[in-house]
């Protein structure tokens, strides 16, 4: 089996990080996986998309989800989601937090922000779990750990063991940021 996850978020988010940790729990269980980041404008506020796939049957030829391909699309950003739902599955399912962030059209008053991205996301047929992973990191402490809440919420729906997840945050956060990082996935695991 092939599990292909995208993750897409906006520069300064964090979803290096948490590819790192995705493909860690991968190679963990000893499966061929590949991690790559495909990017816009890797800086704050630019769009960014990381891919991350394993198979525990074969060899993974590529690192590229093409479209309709993806199992899972975890999103940092409500506007990044909607601009990747096409490289989902029919079957797939969307991890996201709620967190809005404007676009440059939207703050210079060219365009504006869509109303309900989730609930339209979710009346189309899509699985969508979701928590507001920002507002979860703030009450931890330190909005940057907004990405690894999110990994412990997608952790909660993967079918994986969690001390898997802890384990690859443990070998993928240096040892300063470890404890609360450790705390942002047990809060997204529970959210």
Same mark, same amino acid.
């Given at each position: 089996m092939t599990k292909n996850i995208l993750i897409c978020g906006v520069g300064g988010q +964090?979803?290096?990080l948490a590819s790192r940790i995705l493909g860690q729990v991968a190679i963990s269980q000893g499966w061929d996986t590949k991690v790559s980041e495909v990017h816009g404008m890797s800086?704050? +506020?630019g769009s960014v998309v990381t891919y991350v796939k394993y198979s525990d049957t074969g060899k993974v030829a590529s690192p590229v989800i093409c479209r309709g391909e993806a199992d899972v699309i975890i999103s940092f950003e409500q506007l990044e989601t909607a601009r990747w739902l096409p490289f989902l599955k029919k079957d797939g399912k969307i991890v996201t937090s709620t967190q809005k962030i404007y676009p440059m059209p939207v703050i210079s008053g060219n365009a %504006?922000?869509?109303e309900s991205l989730i609930e339209k996301i979710r009346e189309n047929g899509n699985v969508v779990v979701e928590c507001n992973a920002v507002d979860i990191a703030k009450a931890l402490g330190n909005v940057k750990v907004a990405n690894v809440v999110l990994i412990g919420l997608y952790a909660k729906h993967s079918g994986f063991d969690k001390e898997i997840f802890l384990e690859? %945050?443990?070998e993928c956060v240096p040892e300063k940021f470890l404890e609360l990082n450790l705390k942002a996935f047990e809060a997204g695991y529970n959210a």
């Open positions: +964090g979803s290096l800086q704050r +506020g %504006v922000y869509p690859a %945050v443990r």
